[in-house]
């Protein structure tokens, strides 16, 4: 199943977006107000992120990524004022310096300091980021993006 190819818009520009690093995951919130018309494509190596928001105002990010991740536990989510990716690392437990594999900082990238943390020197880091991904891995079963794979005994039955 290929996704048609995104093609930069001529009037385009790029969406702010904050980033912060965990064992496991890096995640980018795109902030875009009520965004729409969303395409992502989250490849290996990079990210392209296509919207409108609601002055139809128009964006485009190209991401090349630090690392490589691993596209079929990588997800996004649209929100109200965010498009929410999480990438799951091809190389766990190794944190990313920087989002991208360019060292020249991006204007539109800032690190999100309210959810960084060093966790290179933390035990018990895991759960909160699983909790965090088994609530995105339900959602998603709820909406369009298809079933949810099967977690087992995993889920906490109410």
Not at 51 to 70: A, R, S
Not at 102 to 126: L, T
């Amino acid at each position: 199943m290929n996704k048609p190819k995104i093609v930069r818009p001529e009037e385009s520009k790029p969406a702010h977006a904050l980033w912060f690093d965990r064992k496991k995951y890096v995640t980018i919130n795109f902030m875009v107000q009520k965004p729409k018309d969303v395409q992502v494509d989250i490849q290996p190596d990079k990210l392209i992120l296509c919207c409108k928001n609601e002055t139809d105002d128009v964006y485009y990010n190209e991401l090349h990524f630090y690392d490589k991740v691993q596209i079929h536990d990588s997800r996004e989510r649209v929100y109200d004022r965010t498009i929410n990716v999480l990438l799951r690392k091809m190389k766990p437990d190794y944190a990313w310096p920087r989002l991208q594999k360019d060292p020249a900082k991006a204007s539109w990238i800032s690190v999100d300091f309210d959810n960084w943390r060093d966790w290179e020197h933390e035990e018990d880091e895991g759960k909160e980021e699983y909790d965090h991904y088994v609530d995105m891995i339900r959602e998603m079963a709820n909406s369009d993006k298809g079933e949810a794979p099967d977690m087992g005994d995993l889920s906490d039955s109410d």
